[in-house]
């Protein structure tokens, strides 16, 4: 029998797919003075309001909303909308609900049996029922978008639907979000351009619009959309509802026209509920509380004014807490009238609900089930297998670690024969052959889950995949490469050390077949551990302690392991390999944690973000008074000629040169002293366009390119690195700020650095005060910033800081990408007053704008209008704007907010063949008759100002001084570490935990017949080991910091050379570097009962010490130079691979090359800084027997020595190791500065 949904579907194909089908059973949601506490916050802070810092969120909000309505969540920025979103979604993670509930119930006549019953909470089934948008996007990097739809599509919706339909409906989600033209590009992430970020939100959107959920909870879901789209989006959600959902949405900057939209409204102010129920009584609710809005006013901006505080003036302030005091008091007080009105006429809401009985026709209930979990796989598998071929760097890095892993171990053992230094060298090839490789696979893959793991837990959340298909299908699609790689290293290093060759096929068979099972159990071992942690830093802190056991426990580099831990060896898969090699003989026993994996990402949930908690401050800022810093500027006007910019690439395998236009002759003139706007839709090239006037780089993929023409002008100068001081450049993204700073913090370290040497440190802060009150940042001043794992301030005051911290020291030039995204409306006004005043003053700001409400658009003085592939529509002064499209033909209506007017006018509206085509033919007509009429515009322009040339060509330091940078660097990473424990405690703990892992295997060394086999391993672990643990620590925390280092680099006045990052970085690192080797060598040098005194204490910390010093060396070297932090992992991990397999004591015959080559890495000089120290003058008890037979391989520390002809002086060896590892900082710092050239 054919489900009538799907008929329904096919007859209305030519329509909208996503209104066609029918919806799922209705369910209204009901929210009972919910409250929410953060319960991370400091109970002593009595210098702070009670009612703004008194640990909660959200203060009783009571909301019903019923199928078929939306509802509209707004307010200011930080006024908690976001966390009740999330309390509706059951997703607050660690915060608690301090009272009340939130409860999600079927509709009066919408029970069925194949749907949840709702309830109170989370539910059952509730993943099928609330589809949940995020405020941000976590998506595959390496997916198209109609890849990424397409799979969300086979995730979400039943299994009984077939492909045509499936496809139908992914193709008009596409068209409906205007995503038709970007269908078939990358999503694009970290270090790859993909689709811009207004594209990236609509496609998170996209991803549960398919799945048809009953209640829709979207997290402003309109932030970063031209008002075009966003109204469109807008106007989807309405249809959806009419048809029996229940959308629930926040929102910032909305249209008028919006209004009329929304069922309900619910405005908060700092957690407090001003008003909240149906919309049509609204306003004059607030007209009779004395507060009416003007003609011409947006209703909803109107609505967000009255509720914010205005915190740029005191006196502000004061009157607008009181006004926001008493209309929360006010509303309280019509609750409990509403209230006792309900108490007295209880059977009214039951009349009311019954009067609208929920939609017959909905979804089948044979068919409403999402695929099992084998089907979840079969989906799964292909899209883990394009991302991650698609996801070049990593692989490269596989195959660069296999074959220089290979070469390594071959060289190192080459053509090993039958002299006494190659039995000792082969046994160590028996075993070192398999760890070598797999270590490595172990770093580089549990940062590859690491990252991996967070698009996962949002997934899982959503209830897309069970957590068992999702590791089989990770495991499957990276099959290929987990079994290429192994061959490659496998065959290398079997015929380059002439393995054995007789009965080669079965022999050379099972050597390849051992390394890739281990290998296969080195990739589940990483994601075993960082299914118990997120955080690279405390799942690599955990692989690595817990794989010490793999290692020690075969009884290579420990003879004789103690017994209460020799058990463990049954659970190490290089036990078994060592012994498959050894007698060669595969006795069919690997282990896997592949199944605990799935049981600990099934079960143990680690995964989301952690919430912030409020710094107190000793300095609230009014102390800091000082007189307006007045800083010399020069009037620059800048001008573009003529500019194109294509996307060049070549397809393989036919080489075939295909170009994308993205910016189409654009010429522009942006005066001084005036604010210009550049508008246009999504993909329309505004943020490019920004990026070319800072003289930022534009950097293409492995086989594409951009190819620009023409030039953009300061003054008549053309836009160089000579310019960079004159521009500041407020980027779209807001990812390069440290997670664990305050927000009065960044914007006083960045006052500090940015500002003139000439200007008093009191002045700076002072200064750094204005702007965090001119931007509204008061109340959230003493709060994290947060990040990607740190729940701190909201999207849209983290926008407003990265403003502030480039209007610091008011730049000549500011451009700013998309400056009031993420804002209410009241706070975006603000921010345009404020670049407004900065224009004024004598600066030049452009600014692109995506939803500006009236009044903001009244404040610009210049427009670039751009259409798609970055045609100009129009651009001059404001005041011709509208007269230039009237004499095109296209009048704007009275009371119509003008620039929803050109957005509507310069879209394609692709909903309809009909549609698409009036509206594509009506764009090309304004871009041509712009091209016929733009010279009459331009003749009101100015002309440059030439007198200014010099001033901007003049040399000036590019740097801010060492003496002034260095501290704020210094103390702005070492607060950011402090405040988060996993990465400040790790850099402490990690190698006196990896110590206490080889004491549990050697204890007390012997001077038995092993003593000196086990005091071999003991230097060979610590001389090759320590490095890995430098290079960890570093990778935890680096990235972060180079981030912020990059684009502070880029910022104009906020430059501090590499030398003051890299000094501060290591002055940071070295302390916990010292004191760490300190208790390691506490531990291996002291407890295990090696030779000490105070001499050879003191070399063995320094050794550690030099170690883990170059470890971090590499590591800056490596992932300075390379944006994908995964490649980096990979290639660090194979150069450490190769300093310790040549300069430790794995082997005793050691090409001599190779061996003179190991002169240039540290690790050679410790690893005979600690043998010669231990062996010298050492007697072991070996009696004839013990030596005749073998089991006593020296008898003497002297045979050793000479065994490895170790005749140095150690302090001689130890000087030189200093040096070293002093100039592979210094090498650190060069390619640094290499890569800062190229930025």
């Known amino acids: 029998m054919v489900d009538p949904g799907l008929a329904i579907l096919h007859s209305e194909a030519s329509g909208d797919a996503i209104l066609a089908l029918p919806p799922p059973p209705s369910y209204d949601v009901t929210i009972l003075t919910d409250t929410l506490r953060r319960w991370t916050v400091k109970k002593d802070q009595e210098d702070t309001p009670r009612d703004a810092h008194d640990g909660l969120i959200v203060r009783n909000v009571n909301a019903t909303v019923k199928r078929g309505e939306v509802m509209a969540i707004i307010g200011g920025s930080g006024s908690g909308k976001t966390t009740l979103l999330h309390a509706m979604a059951a997703r607050l993670g660690d915060l ?45 990097p390496h997916l198209t978008v109609r890849e990424t739809l397409g799979y969300a599509a086979k995730l979400r919706l039943p299994a009984s639907l077939d492909d045509a339909t499936r496809t139908l409906i992914v193709e008009q989600t596409l068209q409906e979000l205007g995503l038709a033209e970007a269908a078939e590009t990358i999503v694009g992430g970290a270090g790859r351009k993909g689709i811009s970020g207004g594209e990236k939100r609509r496609l998170s959107i996209g991803c549960v619009l398919v799945s048809f959920p009953s209640v829709l909870i979207l997290d402003e879901p309109t932030t970063g959309l031209d008002s075009f789209t966003a109204f469109q989006l807008l106007e989807t959600l309405d249809r959806l509802a009419k048809r029996g959902r229940t959308i629930i949405l926040s929102l910032h900057q909305p249209r008028s026209d919006a209004f009329a939209l929304f069922s309900r409204i619910l405005l908060l102010s700092h957690g407090s509920v001003v008003y909240s129920g149906e919309t049509t009584p609204c306003l004059p609710y607030f007209a ?37 005091a008493k209309l929360v008091q006010c509303w309280k007080e019509k609750e409990l009238i509403d209230s006792e009105r309900e108490k007295a006429n209880p059977a009214a809401e039951k009349v009311e609900r019954e009067s609208n009985p929920p939609p017959k026709n909905t979804i089948s209930t044979s068919g409403g089930k999402r695929p099992n979990i084998f089907q979840q796989t079969a989906i799964l598998v292909p899209r883990s297998l394009k991302n991650m071929i698609r996801g070049y760097p990593e692989l490269i890095g596989h195959l660069l670690q296999a074959v220089i892993l290979g070469l390594l171990m071959g060289i190192t053992f080459f053509r090993l024969g039958g002299q006494p230094n190659d039995i000792q060298s082969l046994k160590t090839l028996a075993f070192q052959v398999i760890p070598v490789y797999t270590y490595m696979s172990q770093v580089v893959w549990t940062f590859k889950w690491c990252t991996s793991l967070v698009v996962f837990d949002r997934e899982r959340e959503d209830g897309l995949y069970d957590s068992g ?128 994996s799935w049981l600990l990402l099934t079960v143990w949930k680690p995964g989301g973000v952690r919430h912030a908690r409020r710094i107190s401050s000793d300095q609230k800022g009014k102390e800091l008074s000082e007189p307006e810093i007045d800083l010399a500027r020069a009037r620059v006007d ?4 003529n500019v194109k910019l294509f996307h060049v690439r070549r397809t393989v395998p036919s080489w075939q040169r295909m170009e994308t236009p993205i910016l189409t002759d654009v010429s522009a003139r942006f005066p001084s002293g005036e604010v210009s706007v550049i508008m246009g839709p999504s993909g329309s090239g505004k943020s490019t366009f920004l990026r070319m006037c800072a003289g930022r780089p ?34 779209q993204d807001d990812d390069y700020h440290l997670p664990a700073l ?65 209007m610091i020291n008011d730049p000549a030039v500011l451009i700013v990408d998309e400056p009031t995204s993420g804002l209410d409306s009241k706070t975006a006004r603000n921010v345009m007053e404020a670049l407004r005043d900065i224009a004024r003053s004598g600066r030049t700001v452009i600014a692109s704008l995506h939803q500006p409400r009236s009044d903001i658009y009244n404040m610009a003085d210049n427009f670039m209008i751009l259409a798609k592939q970055g045609n100009v529509v129009y651009q001059g002064p404001r005041q011709q704007l509208l007269t230039h499209f009237a004499l095109a033909g296209h009048i704007c209506p009275p009371l119509y907010n003008p620039s929803d007017f050109c957005m509507d006018l310069i879209s394609v509206d692709v909903r309809g063949k009909a549609n698409q085509e009036n509206s594509t033919a009506r764009v090309k007509g304004l871009i041509e008759y712009w091209r016929n009429h733009q010279d009459k515009v331009a003749e009101v322009t100015i002309e440059d100002n030439l007198e200014h040339r010099e001033w901007i060509l003049e040399d000036r330091p590019e740097h801010s001084p060492m003496h002034i940078a260095l501290p704020v660097v210094l103390e702005r990473t070492l607060r950011n570490t402090w405040r988060q424990p996993d990465l400040f405690w790790t850099r402490w703990i990690q190698a006196p935990i990896l110590a206490i892992c080889f004491f549990l295997f050697f204890l007390r060394l012997t001077k038995g017949p092993a003593g000196a086999q086990d005091r071999i391993g003991i230097v060979a672990e610590c001389t090759t080991a320590l490095a890995f643990v430098g290079f960890l620590n570093l990778a935890a925390l680096y990235p ?34 010292f004191i760490s080797a300190l208790i390691f060598a506490l531990i291996m040098n002291v407890a295990t009962g090696m030779q000490t005194n105070p001499r050879i204490f003191f070399e063995f910390t320094v050794a550690i010490w030099v170690e883990l010093n170059m470890g971090e060396s590499i590591g800056i070297a490596f992932a300075s130079f390379f944006d994908t932090m995964g490649l980096s992992v990979s290639l660090v991990s194979v150069f450490l691979s190769v300093a310790g397999q040549c300069s430790s004591v794995f082997s005793a015959s050691v090409a001599k090359f190779l061996a003179d080559i190991a002169w240039i890495f540290p690790m050679k000089y410790s690893a005979r800084v600690l043998l010669i120290n231990e062996m010298q003058g050492l007697q072991f008890n070996c009696s004839p027997e013990s030596i005749l037979s073998g089991e006593c391989t020296a008898a003497t520390g002297q045979q050793v020595l000479d065994l490895f002809g170790y005749h140095d002086t150690p302090w001689r060896l130890l000087v030189v190791s200093i040096a070293i590892t002093v100039g592979y900082r210094i090498a650190a710092w060069a390619i640094l500065a290499l890569r800062m050239r190229y930025i």
């Not at 089934?125 to 589809?131: C, D, F, L, N």
């Not at 290398?492 to 080669?504: G, H, K, N, P, Q």
């Not at 800048?638 to 000629?641: K, L, Q, Y």
Request: positive net charge; proline residues 4%; contains cysteine.
């Open 288 to 324: 009779t509380l004395g507060h009416q809005p003007e003609k011409q006013t947006n209703p909803l901006d109107f609505l967000i004014d009255i509720s914010s505080i205005d915190t740029r003036d005191e006196d502000e302030e004061h009157e607008s807490r009181e006004r926001v």
């Open 1040 to 1073: 972060m910091e180079r981030t912020v280092f990059f684009h502070d680099y880029k910022s104009a006045g906020g430059r501090y050379s590499t030398a003051t990052f890299v000094i501060a970085f290591s002055l940071f690192a070295i302390i916990p570097e």
């Open 469 to 596: 298909a999702w590791v089989v299908a990770e495991f499957l699609a990276w099959m290929p490469m987990n079994i290429f790689a192994p061959f490659v290293y496998a065959v290398m290093v079997y015929f380059i050390c002439s393995m054995r060759t007789d009965d080669l096929h079965y022999n050379f068979g099972v050597f390849v077949i051992d390394i890739i099972m281990v290998q296969l159990c080195f990739v589940a071992w990483p994601l075993f551990a960082a299914s118990i942690e997120r955080s690279f830093a405390r799942a690599s802190l955990l692989g690595n302690a817990l794989s010490i056991f793999f290692i020690l426990s075969p009884g290579y580099f420990v003879v004789n392991v103690p017994g209460w831990i020799r058990w463990f060896r049954w659970l190490s898969p290089l036990f078994f390999s060592f012994r498959i090699i050894v007698i060669s003989q595969f006795r069919n026993r690997t282990f896997s944690f592949m199944a605990l």
């Open 638 to 641: 800048v001008r573009a000629e």
């Open 698 to 731: 534009m950097i293409g993929g492995l086989l594409s390119s951009f190819e620009s023409h023409g030039q953009i002008l300061f003054n008549g100068v053309p836009v160089s690195n000579r310019t960079r001081h004159v521009c500041a450049f407020v980027e």
């Open 96 to 140: 608690p609900i301090a009272e009340g509930h939130v409860s999600i119930l079927p509709s009066v006549g919408a029970q069925n049996s194949a749907f949840p019953r709702g309830g109170e909470g989370r539910f059952k089934g509730m993943s099928k029922v609330v589809g949940f948008v995020r405020q941000n996007d976590y998506l595959l």
């Open 742 to 806: 305050t927000v009065r913090e960044a914007l006083r370290f960045a006052a500090i650095i940015k500002l003139p040497s000439t200007i008093s440190r009191k002045r700076k802060l002072a200064r750094a005060e204005e702007v965090l009150r001119m931007l509204g940042l008061k109340e959230c001043a003493d709060g994290m910033v947060g990040g990607e794992l740190l729940k701190g301030i909201s999207g849209g005051e983290k926008r407003r800081l990265s403003l502030a911290c480039e």
